[in-house]
C-alpha cells in the first residue's frame, strides 16, 4: 500500500473515531439535559410592562410602576402650582413626576444670595387616594433659613414658629442624596428639640412633619452615617421611643403606633403586614392587638414584637407605643458590617405605667432565594450603654419566620449573614473526561517521541514542541484532578428536602455576627489549583506564541539561520512572563480570608463574576487572562494568515516540498499549524455571548476542539512522522499473520494483514532527503 494512502487512512481512522465519541457524548448530554429541564418544575412566564422584570413568575416592577404586571401607575404626574410669596407676588411652582410617598421638590431655587442658596424653594408630596396618585399642597420655605439657623433657634423658639422650623427643616431634607454627615446631625437636633417640646403630640402637623423629616433622613447615603453621628442617633431614637407612646404616624420609612393599655391587659402584640389591595399594589399595614396569646403564625406578616406586661400602677392612662424603622441607618454598629443592600427592619417597643416580663419578637426575612440563602441570625437589641447591637438575655428558635425571646424592652432586630447560593458546576462532563484523558495520553507519546528521537531527527524544533506538550500535558493533569470545588460536595449534601428551600442552616448560639454576607468554607487546596491552572495555561498559550514566532522564522525567513541563543531566550519567555503575570494578579487580588477576590468559588479558576452574577472588569478572568490570551492569539493568527498565505497555499521556490503537495495535504497542514498555534481556543470568547443557547453551541464546540488538542497534535506531530512509521513497521512485521488463500470463482487472491517492511522504507526514502518543508515540521 502507498505510503500516502497510509498516512490518509491513518489520519482518518483517528479523526473519525475521536469525533464520533466525542459527538456521542455530546447528543448524550444533550439528551440528558433536555429530560432534565422538562421534567423540572415549570414556572409560568409573567408578562411585565413598563420596564418591570420578571423573576420566578413574578414582576419585579420600577418605582413608578406597581400590580401584577407593572401596569398601575405609582406617580404623580409633572404639575404647576400657583402661590402667593411673602411680597405678596405671584409665583409659578414647577415640580417634576413624583413617587408615591415621596416628596419632589420645586424647579425653582432660593436667590444665590439667600441663606439657603440653590436649593429648592417648596416641596409637594404625591400620596394615594384609594389607587390614584394625588398631589398635596405644596410646603414653602423661607430661603433665609439653613439647617444650621433651625439648630440654633429651635430650643427657646415659641410654639407658634415652631411648625414652620418643622416645615423648612422638611423642605431642607427634601433631597436625601445631597445631605452631608453635617446636614443630618443638624436635622436630627431639631427633630429631637421639636419632639420634647411639651404637648408636641397635640400638634399633628408639626408632629407629622418631623416624623416625615426622619423618613427622608433614612434614605440619605449611608456613607454619611458616620460614627460622628452615634451620640446625636441615639437621642432621636430615644425621643422618638418615647414619642411613640402619644401618637400614631406613618411615613415611608417609619412608622409610630400608640396604643392605651386595658388594667387587665397581659400581652399585646404589634404587627406590620403586607397588605395587597385588590391584588393591585403592596403597603405595609400596621396592626396592634390587645390582649393577645401569642406571636402570628401568618406568613405575610413582616414583623412583629409581643410584650408581655407586668402592670406596676393602678392607673388608667397606661400606654404602650411602638416605632417600625425600615432601615438601620439610626442603628450603625462597630461590629456587625452591611455590604448588601436588604432591608433591615428595626422595631421597638414600650411601656409607661408596667414592665414586659418578656419580649418575643419575630421577623419573616425577605429575599431572593435563588441568589441568597440565609447562613445564621442573631436576635438583638440595641445597648444604649454602648451604642451598639447586644444580644444578652435573648435566645432564638428555629423556624421559617425568625422568632426570639428576649428580657430587655428597647429597640430590637434580627441580623442575618447570607451566603450566596451558588451554582456549583457539575463534575467534569463525559466529553471532557474523554477528550482530556485521550489529550494525556497523546501528548505523553508525542512528548517521549520528541524526547527518544531527537538525535535520528537532528532537528532544533524539538525543545519548543516538548514544551508546549509539557505545559498542556501539566494543565490537563490538574484540570482533570482538580477543577472542582470539595465545598460543591458539603453544598450537594446539605441542601436536601424542605430544608434546601429555606436554607436556615444555623448555630443555635445566639452570638452577635460579624457580617450580613459570609464568605464560603476556606479551600487552601482550591486556591493552589487555580493559581496552577492560571499560570500552566498561560505558559501553554506563550509556547503557542513561541512555535508560531519559530514557524515564521523557519518557513518566511528559511534561507536565514535563528539567533543565537534563541532556545535560552525561548524558555526565559515561555516560563518566566507566565509567572510574573500570576504572581502580579495574585498580589493584587489576594488577601486573607478574600480568596474569591482571585478565584471563583463554583470551581477553581480564576473570578470572572460579580455579586450579582454579572460579568465584572475588576475581576482577574478579563486583565489576567482573557486580554493577554487574546493578545496571542491575534499575534498567532496574523502569522497563521501569513503562512497558509505564503507557503502552503502558494508555490515557494525555497520550498521544495510545497510543490509537491496535493489539495489533500494542505489541508492536513494547515489543520496543523491551527492545532499547534491553539486557534480553535477563539471560539472560547464566543461563549461570553449573553445569549443561552447561542452560548451552549459554543461551549460544546470549544470543549470538542479544545479538550482533544493533545490527541490532535499526538495524530499531526507524532502518528503522521516517518520516523514513527518506520517504528510501527517493524513493530508490525513481527506480528505479520501468514497468507491466507481465498478460493474465489475458480481463482486465488493472497491476502495479508501488512506489506514487507521494505515497501514502507521506500516509502519514505524521499522524506529523509528533503529540505526544509512545512510538512517535514511536524516530524522534528
Known amino acids: 500500500m502507498p505510503s500516502r494512502h497510509w498516512d490518509k487512512i491513518l489520519i482518518a481512522v483517528a479523526c473519525c473515531v475521536v469525533t464520533l465519541t466525542l459527538w456521542s457524548l455530546c447528543a448524550w448530554q444533550l439528551i440528558i439535559k433536555f429530560h432534565t429541564e422538562i421534567t423540572e418544575t415549570v414556572v409560568p412566564p409573567c408578562f411585565c410592562h413598563n420596564g418591570g422584570i420578571c423573576q420566578d413568575g413574578a414582576c419585579v ?67 394615594r387616594n384609594g389607587i390614584i396618585p394625588t398631589l398635596e399642597e405644596p410646603s414653602v420655605q423661607n430661603c433665609n433659613e439653613n439647617l444650621d439657623s433651625l439648630a440654633s433657634q429651635v430650643e427657646t423658639a415659641e410654639s407658634s414658629v415652631v411648625l414652620e422650623i418643622a416645615k423648612t427643616t422638611q423642605i431642607l431634607t427634601a433631597v436625601p442624596d445631597q445631605l452631608t454627615t453635617q446636614n443630618i446631625s443638624a436635622a436630627m437636633n431639631i427633630s429631637v428639640q421639636i419632639l420634647k417640646k411639651p404637648n408636641i403630640s397635640d400638634d399633628a402637623q408639626a408632629s407629622n412633619t418631623v416624623v416625615a423629616t426622619v423618613s427622608q433622613l433614612l434614605d440619605a447615603k449611608e456613607m454619611e452615617f458616620s460614627s460622628d453621628l452615634v451620640n446625636v442617633t ?52 400596621l396592626e396592634i392587638q390587645k390582649n393577645a396569646t401569642g406571636l402570628n403564625d401568618e406568613l405575610s406578616t413582616e414583623v412583629q414584637i409581643l410584650l408581655n406586661i407586668t402592670s406596676n400602677s393602678s392607673s388608667i392612662n ?56 440565609l447562613h445564621d441570625y442573631a436576635c438583638v437589641f440595641w445597648d444604649y450603654a454602648v451604642n451598639d447591637w447586644n444580644t444578652a438575655g435573648c435566645t432564638k428558635e428555629k423556624g421559617q419566620v425568625l422568632r426570639c425571646k428576649c428580657n430587655h424592652t428597647t ?71 482538580g477543577i472542582e470545588n470539595q465545598n460543591a ?62 514557524l515564521y522564522l523557519l518557513l518566511i525567513r528559511a534561507m536565514k539561520p535563528l539567533p543565537g541563543n534563541f532556545i535560552v531566550t525561548m524558555s526565559a519567555i515561555g516560563w518566566g512572563i507566565p509567572a510574573v503575570v500570576v504572581a502580579v494578579t495574585l498580589g493584587a487580588t489576594y488577601r486573607e480570608g478574600k480568596a474569591l477576590n482571585y478565584r471563583q468559588e463554583e470551581f477553581c479558576w480564576l473570578a470572572a463574576l460579580d ?9 482577574p478572568m478579563l486583565w489576567s487572562f482573557l486580554l493577554p490570551v487574546a493578545l496571542i ?44 498555534l491553539g486557534i480553535t481556543w477563539t471560539t ?86 528533503e529540505n526544509i518543508s512545512f510538512s517535514t515540521l511536524s516530524d522534528s
Not at 248 to 271: C, D, G, K, R, Y
Not at 345 to 365: K, L, R
Not at 715 to 734: D, G, N, Q
Open 411 to 481: 429597640h430590637f432586630a434580627v441580623l442575618m449573614a447570607f451566603r450566596i447560593n451558588y451554582k456549583y458546576a457539575k463534575p467534569l462532563e463525559c466529553i471532557s473526561y474523554v477528550g482530556v484523558g485521550l489529550s494525556i495520553a497523546g501528548l505523553v507519546i508525542t512528548i517521549l517521541f520528541q524526547i527518544f528521537t531527537r538525535k535520528t531527527r537532528k532537528s532544533s524544533v524539538t525543545w519548543m514542541l516538548v514544551s508546549l506538550c509539557s505545559s498542556m500535558l501539566t494543565f490537563n493533569i490538574i484540570f482533570i484532578s
Open 684 to 769: 472560547g470568547y464566543f461563549m461570553l455571548i449573553n445569549q443561552e443557547e447561542t452560548s451552549l453551541v459554543f461551549s460544546y464546540v470549544f470543549c470538542i476542539l479544545n479538550a482533544t488538542q493533545g490527541i490532535q497534535i499526538c495524530i499531526l506531530y507524532t502518528f503522521r512522522s516517518p520516523i514513527f512509521k518506520k517504528k510501527v513497521s517493524k513493530m508490525s512485521s513481527a506480528l505479520k499473520m501468514p497468507e491466507i488463500s481465498v478460493y474465489l470463482h475458480s481463482q486465488i487472491y493472497h491476502v495479508s494483514k501488512l506489506r514487507p517492511v521494505k515497501y514502507f522504507r521506500e516509502t519514505f526514502r524521499s522524506f529523509e532527503t
Open 611 to 619: 455579586q450579582d452574577q454579572n460579568f465584572s472588569i475588576k475581576k
Open 489 to 550: 460536595r458539603n453544598h450537594s449534601s446539605n441542601t436536601s428536602g424542605s430544608e434546601q428551600q429555606y436554607s436556615t442552616y444555623y448555630t443555635t448560639n445566639n452570638t452577635l455576627l460579624k457580617s450580613d454576607l459570609v464568605d464560603p468554607p476556606a479551600d487552601s487546596w482550591c486556591m493552589a489549583v487555580a493559581v496552577l491552572l492560571h499560570y500552566f495555561l498561560l505558559a501553554t498559550f506563550m509556547w503557542t506564541a513561541l512555535n508560531c514566532a519559530q
Open 234 to 285: 441615639s437621642s432621636l431614637t430615644k425621643t422618638i421611643e418615647e414619642f411613640s407612646l402619644m401618637s400614631n404616624i406613618t411615613q415611608t420609612n417609619i412608622a409610630v403606633q400608640s396604643v392605651p393599655l386595658m388594667l387587665n391587659s397581659s400581652a399585646i402584640l404589634f404587627l406590620a403586614q403586607r397588605d395587597e389591595t385588590a391584588g393591585n399594589y403592596q403597603t405595609t399595614k
Open 633 to 676: 492569539l491575534l499575534f498567532n493568527i496574523i502569522i497563521f494568515i501569513k503562512i497558509i498565505v505564503s507557503v502552503i497555499w502558494k508555490e515557494n521556490k525555497d520550498l521544495t516540498r510545497n510543490k509537491k503537495d496535493s489539495f489533500m495535504g494542505k489541508i492536513t497542514s494547515t489543520i496543523s499549524v491551527v492545532v499547534v
Open 61 to 127: 416592577c420600577p418605582d413608578e410602576w406597581i400590580g401584577l404586571l407593572c401596569d398601575i401607575v405609582n406617580f404623580c404626574e409633572a404639575s404647576t402650582y400657583t402661590y402667593n410669596n411673602s411680597e405678596g407676588d405671584i409665583k409659578n411652582l414647577t415640580f417634576e413626576r413624583i413617587i408615591v410617598g415621596k416628596y419632589g421638590s420645586s424647579n425653582e431655587k432660593c436667590e444665590p444670595h439667600t441663606a439657603n442658596g440653590n436649593s429648592s424653594i417648596a416641596i409637594r408630596l404625591c400620596s
Open 318 to 373: 397606661r400606654r404602650a407605643g411602638f416605632v417600625l424603622y425600615q432601615n438601620d441607618k439610626l442603628f450603625q454598629s462597630k461590629t456587625y458590617s452591611s455590604h448588601s443592600n436588604f432591608s433591615k427592619q428595626i422595631v421597638s417597643g414600650n411601656i409607661d405605667g408596667g414592665t414586659a416580663s418578656g419580649v418575643e419578637i419575630a421577623f419573616n426575612p425577605k429575599y431572593n432565594t435563588s441568589k441568597f440563602l
